[in-house]
């Protein structure tokens, strides 16, 4: 998957904090930027998309925790996330999703499987 590396994933997130600062699912991030601007969320997602070989960044429930409390959030931010960076590539919006999904458990306690079930629907709403 060709994003254009760590520059592009920065100016995703900061098309993302626009994002999610207009989506009143979100209004419970008071500063957006806050989480955004963290150097581990970028270099967590630089090594997500296979541009880094390692992350040794805080874990990754600790990044996303603040920004995605419950998987109807974590669904929203993917989309939201994918949406920036694909640059309307529908593959790469699928592909950051994808991999976001597989991180999920990670990142959110709970019935993950019963979550991934209702994901598409969610994103795909989301997305469009």
């Known amino acids: 998957m060709k994003i254009g590396g760590r520059p592009a994933l920065e100016q995703a997130l900061v098309e993302l904090r626009f994002k999610l600062r207009a989506d009143a699912g979100f209004s419970f991030l008071t500063q957006p930027e806050h989480y955004l601007s963290n150097g581990d969320l970028c ?20 990044v996303f925790g603040p920004l995605c409390p419950t998987h109807d959030a974590f669904d929203a931010f993917s989309g939201h996330l994918a949406r920036s960076v694909c640059k309307g590539d529908i593959q790469v919006e699928n592909d950051i999703v994808d991999l976001l999904n597989k991180v999920r458990p990670s990142i959110l306690p709970g019935n993950t499987d019963a979550a991934l079930a209702n994901s598409g629907d969610v994103a795909e709403q989301v997305m469009h």
């Open 43 to 62: 270099e967590f997602l630089v090594f997500l998309c296979g541009g880094a070989p390692l992350y040794e960044g805080l874990p990754v429930n600790v």
